[in-house]
């Protein structure tokens, strides 16, 4: 029920057409409910002297009392199913925001499959839920409320047959709509699968191709899907039998009714009419409940979907503004770690220790060392993308924290390890970011990051297609084009997360060349395991487990025959073995 209680949370904004609705069917119900009663009373009234003018005049109004009920059985319909959209609309917006403002810790936790899953196949399930289960549940109701009364008026005795049956369709409908409840769960847990799978292929295409693995991808799909397809015709078999069950206890109570009213009307007990009228009432009963069957599965599909969805919403984001945050003055570029320490969960060993450092506005520094030493996750907790300990991060003398998140990353520009570039032009995928970036603006970042030359060999130029995850691109191209959309944003602080790892050192000398223009007047911070790209930073830190164990110039770490020193000789001899 708590999940119920949030979901109606969202038909707050339309209580104005949920009412007009509710009205609607109401006001259908009636008119339908008519029909029987103007037919009953027009064989009582006419039986013996039947003409044609009477026999149209109650034509005629069961033909309005049809085009009435007609009418708000549009309107119901046009109304509720549209309310039920908005509220899919309200509830897909808002399962994608809470999606977005999750750390990446989330992601790391969930599949994006199953994420895509719950966004698409179980939110449609929850919108039947908004419209189709308020709309068949109420004209159940409805009918249900004001048809047993009257058939309790025309003949009690008749009436009470109908609950020698009806406790048997509610058992019927109870057991069924818990065994839908579980097994639909359990199949939207597989669909995810499913989708997780498919997207794993795809985005893995290349690695998929590069051995030859096809054969067998597709043979672990369709595992995969005839597993789902199992699932799905094994909940069909109880849908399939329970409504033709619910249809034989109703057909059952049409017999007692015939066995016990057609004595009563021909003894006189009950008029023709009346007899009729029962019959008519009764006819309009099977529908809803019938359709209770129906409304069940709608509502055990529902809710078993909404629970996988609120599951979700449930994961407060571990990364967000604080409730007092207010906006700091604009940044300038000053960054301290003060007695960092950091570990990514009470389980695992620190990532960093005992990390104390400041780096001025306008300073180029560069972090070095070996692979799991420490240097993304160190650079990667001043945008906060991942959340260090209070007060142990502060830029402009004020800690991270304290800083909204929007304004905190709108004075980044970052290029992350994984360059990840969109399904768009590749003028949009620099100007990502940006709010209005003019052309000229696109093209100087272009030209900053080396990519022009290669741009002017595009089809397209600058309105060329990347593909998805930029895959038209090659290594260095999908990583300059990241670094153009960094420089674009001009933004005061300036990270380069190996950002020049595929380009070739030629090339990155070009870059890095460029690059001084722009550092000049920003703080620069540059993760890189080539001494040729950080040599000229103002400082040099050399992190090993987790820790700074030097510090200092290209020419003073020399000097100091450590850990750089040795990296440096290393490089030096890769590149000669290279060369000869």
């Known amino acids: 029920m708590d999940d119920l209680r949030k979901f109606f949370r969202y038909f707050r904004p339309y209580k104005t057409p949920l009412t007009i609705g509710i009205i609607c069917i109401l006001a259908g119900t009636v008119f339908n409910l008519l029909i029987p009663l103007i037919v009953g009373r027009a064989i009582d009234e006419h039986w013996e002297q039947i003409t044609w003018s009477k026999l149209t005049m109650a034509a005629l109004k069961v033909l309005g009392a049809s085009l009435i009920s007609g009418i708000f059985l549009f309107l119901q319909r046009r109304i509720l199913i549209g309310m039920s959209r908005h509220v899919e609309y309200d509830l897909r917006k808002d399962f994608y925001a809470h999606l977005v403002d999750q750390p990446l810790s989330f992601f790391n936790e969930h599949r994006t499959g199953d994420l895509m899953a719950r966004a698409t196949n179980d939110l449609a399930a929850v919108r039947q839920l908004a419209g189709p289960f308020i709309m068949y549940t109420l004209q159940t109701v409805f009918v249900v409320v004001i048809v047993l009364p009257i058939m309790f008026y025309i003949n009690w005795r008749l009436t009470l047959l109908l609950f020698v049956t009806m406790p048997l369709v509610s058992l019927t409908v109870k057991f069924f709509g818990q065994q839908v409840h579980v097994r ?330 460029r690059l001084r223009g722009v550092m000049r007047d920003r703080t620069s911070l540059i993760v890189s395991h080539r001494i040729s790209t950080v040599r000229d930073a103002d400082l040099i830190c050399v992190l090993d487990d987790g820790e700074i164990i030097e510090r200092g110039t290209h020419e003073e770490l020399l000097a100091f025959g450590g850990e750089y020193a040795d990296l440096y000789e290393r490089q030096l001899l890769e590149e000669e073995l290279a060369a000869s």
Not at 219 to 237: H, I, M, S, T
Not at 252 to 261: A, D, E, P, Q, T
Not at 437 to 459: H, K, Q, Y
């Open 184 to 513: 639909f769960g359990k199949i939207q847990d597989f669909f995810a699968q499913i989708t997780a799978r498919a997207q794993e292929n795809f985005t893995g295409v290349r690695v998929v191709r590069a051995y030859a693995q096809e054969g067998a991808e597709i043979e672990a799909f369709n595992q995969l899907n005839r597993e789902y397809a199992n699932r799905n015709l094994g909940l069909v078999k109880i849908e399939a039998i329970m409504r033709p069950l619910m249809q034989f206890l109703i057909g059952f109570g049409f017999i007692l009714i015939i066995w016990y009213g057609v004595p009563q009307a021909v003894s006189g007990k009950i008029t023709v009419g009346q007899f009729t009228e029962f019959n008519l009432y009764l006819a309009r009963l099977i529908w809803p409940l019938i359709a209770l069957g129906y409304v069940v599965n709608l509502y055990q599909r529902g809710t078993a979907s909404l629970k996988r969805m609120n599951s979700v919403f449930a994961v407060n984001p571990e990364i967000r503004d604080a409730p007092d945050v207010k906006e700091q003055p604009p940044i300038q570029g000053q960054i301290e770690f003060r007695n960092l320490n950091f570990r990514y969960s009470e389980t695992r060993d620190a990532a960093l220790r005992n990390i104390n450092l400041t780096i001025e506005a306008g300073q180029i520094v560069a972090f070095v060392g070996r692979t799991g030493s420490g240097k993304s996750t160190l650079v990667n907790l001043i945008p906060r993308l991942m959340e260090a300990p209070p007060d142990t991060v502060f830029v402009d003398g004020i800690s991270v924290r304290d800083y909204s998140l929007a304004q905190l990353r709108a004075g980044i520009g970052a290029v992350p390890q994984e360059t990840f570039l969109f399904s768009d032009t590749l003028a949009d995928n620099i100007a990502f970011g940006v709010e209005k970036a003019e052309r000229a603006e696109v093209e100087w970042a272009a030209e900053i990051a080396g990519l022009t030359d290669d741009v002017r060999g595009f089809p397209e130029g600058f309105d060329t297609m990347v593909g998805e995850r930029g895959i038209t691109l090659s290594g260095g191209q999908k990583q300059r084009t990241a670094i153009a959309r960094a420089v674009i944003r001009q933004p005061k602080i300036l990270i380069l997360d190996d950002a020049l790892s595929s380009v070739d050192t030629y090339t990155e000398e070009k870059i890095l060349g």
